[in-house]
């Protein structure tokens, strides 16, 4: 099946105790993006990359790494979480970069940083 | 920047009611404009999309028309179901290699029998 998926679903942690979201999708895309989710904000872009060892940065990038070793994977990391990175995270994936290239959405991770 | 705003929720229509969720927004160029819809407890699914000003994006009973002229893309389904209940997205993305949505606030629609 098709698919994008993210671990953990949902984390609880603490602030500035590095933490790692894992994002793998199984459908050979070359493109790939995170965002974050918060209510009345819809979902704005953290980092994209469009293919491996690419990677740029997306609106909200601040306080946030990735990397893309691999063209499956692309791990985001929090390297010292604050409260204010509470949020639900989303990765996505296209076949191509490009506008009119359809994105799949993983299932989401709730993180609380407390 | 680019910038997408679209109605605010909840909506909350009975069964078989007809349903309008207004969007509209301001891009450089022409992008792409897209409809996702997001279930309770997953991620964001593609409902449709229009690639070029009077495109019409259909899936589901769900239709959506690219106005250029009003810089619109309003989503109509004329009878909605309990099923429908959800959270529903307008997004755009400038036709471009970054490929980034931009995103409205989204629209929560609740459906009751």
Known sequence: ?114 | GDSVTQMEGPVTLSEEAFLTINCTYTATGYPSLFWYVQYPGEGLQLLLKATKADDKGSNKGFEATYRKETTSFHLEKGSVQVSDSAVYFCALAANNAGNMLTFGGGTRLMVKP
């Open chain 1, 1 to 114: 099946e098709a698919q994008v998926t993210q671990n953990p679903r949902y984390l609880i942690t603490v602030t500035g105790k590095k933490l790692t979201v894992t994002c793998s999708q199984n459908m050979n895309h070359e493109y790939m993006s995170w965002y974050r989710q918060d209510p009345g904000l819809g979902l704005r872009q953290i980092y994209y990359s469009m293919n491996v060892e690419v990677t740029d940065k997306g609106d909200v990038p601040e306080g946030y790494k990735v990397s893309r070793k691999e063209k499956r994977n692309f791990p985001l990391i929090l390297e010292s979480p604050s409260p204010n990175q509470t949020s639900l995270y989303f990765c996505a994936s296209s076949r191509h970069a490009g506008g009119m290239n359809e994105q799949y959405f993983g299932p989401g991770t709730r993180l609380t940083v407390t």
